[in-house]
């Protein structure tokens, strides 16, 4: 009996040997595991070992109005990145692990959606995306030294006095200075309206600018009204000023939601002016319920231009109309290339994911204060230590319900 208790014992002990033997060589991780293949693509298609990195992927967070009025500003900068992150991790080697949090455009909620990514471990920040926000998130990464590179908060206190907080639109100044220059240039204008929204840090920058260049380049402003929150839904009295005073040109610092507003009562009341915008007023085709021809002649300066068509632009474009089904804008365009961006800096720093995010913050300020980078939204940009790009914006004018170069 003693025999034959012995003999099960030593046939149980073997099959527990073979069967965990099994599960470590043969069995499939389950389908929902946290960890995807390292090139985001088949499991039998394995990157080159020597490039991935040692810890794993980046986890790159950012925070954007994803709901309410300023939405599209939010999903088409998440929607850019996803893009960017997709390309890249099929690639091998560097890896992303993206994340987005709702902000709603409101500076406390920006902070809670800051403050649930960095428990996720966040190590690297796309910021936020509308600058009032982004103001409050950027206090937030420089005192824990997470670098950040916001696709499109322009407002310069984002970046003042914060040595790990980068851009890659242009600052609010420099759109000013910069319309102003062009209207002059081209000579678009000879007597010149304003109507900025003066509890808005991105349209005062702009604004503010704006006037003192065109006093250098003897722009004649005939009129300067304002509108605050609350106050944004008539504008009859700020474009009857403008049309008493004669203007010829009308310019816009602001967002799309109250241009779209300006244009429909400017042509209700008969008053046809010559427009001109910023980057805030791109995404105004893909407003809900907006006649589009309502736009129609409205120029602006932007650094993309969704009809190029150089290689880069146009593979970016097609794979954003496939996922999403519409143009992408100028946020999206310059989320995708704070994507690229990054993956240039960290291969160059030979950085890896298992690096904590002050070691990696040092790392970065020193890449992008140094490197040279061909996006889609600028070639040859570079980046001061003031964390500002030099790169050059695109005239666009909106013909035929799209985008067109100047």
Known sequence: MKKVLCLLLAVLMAAGCFAGCASKTDTPAPADSATPPANNATPDAAPDADAAPAGGAFKLGGTGPLTGGAAIYGNAAKQGAEIAVEEINAMGGIQFDLRYEDDVHDAE?????????????????????????????????????????????????????????????????????????????????????????????????????????????????????????????????????????????????????????????????????????????????????????????????????????????VNFVTKYQEKYGEVPNQFAADAYDCVYAYKQALEAANADAGMDAATLCDLMISQFTSMTFDGITGEAMTWGTDGAVTKSPKGMVIENGGYAGM
């Open 109 to 313: 909620k920006a902070v809670n959606a800051y403050n649930t990514l960095k428990d996720w471990g966040m190590q690297i920040s796309l910021g936020s995306v509308t600058s009032k926000p982004c103001e409050a998130t950027s206090a937030e990464t420089f005192n824990d030294r997470i670098f950040s590179l916001t696709p499109s908060a322009s407002s310069t206190a984002v970046i003042e006095g914060k040595d790990n907080q980068f851009q890659m639109c242009f600052m609010d100044p420099n759109q000013g200075s910069a319309s102003a220059q062009y209207i002059a240039d081209q000579k678009l204008g000879s007597k010149i309206a304003i109507i900025y929204k003066n509890d808005d840090v991105y349209s005062v920058g702009i604004y503010e600018t704006f006037k003192t260049k065109s006093a250098e380049l003897g722009l004649e402003i005939v009129s300067e009204t304002t509108f605050a929150d609350g106050a944004d839904t008539d504008f009859s009295v700020q474009l009857t000023d403008a049309q008493k005073n004669g203007a010829d040109l009308l310019f816009l610092p602001m967002y799309y939601q109250p241009a779209s507003l300006i244009l429909a009562q400017a042509k209700a009341m008969d008053f046809t002016p010559k427009y001109f915008g910023v980057d805030g007023m791109d995404g105004i085709l893909t407003m809900e319920g907006f006649d589009a021809t309502l736009a129609e002649g409205v120029m602006l300066l932007t650094p993309f231009n969704a009809d190029a068509t150089d290689d880069k632009t």
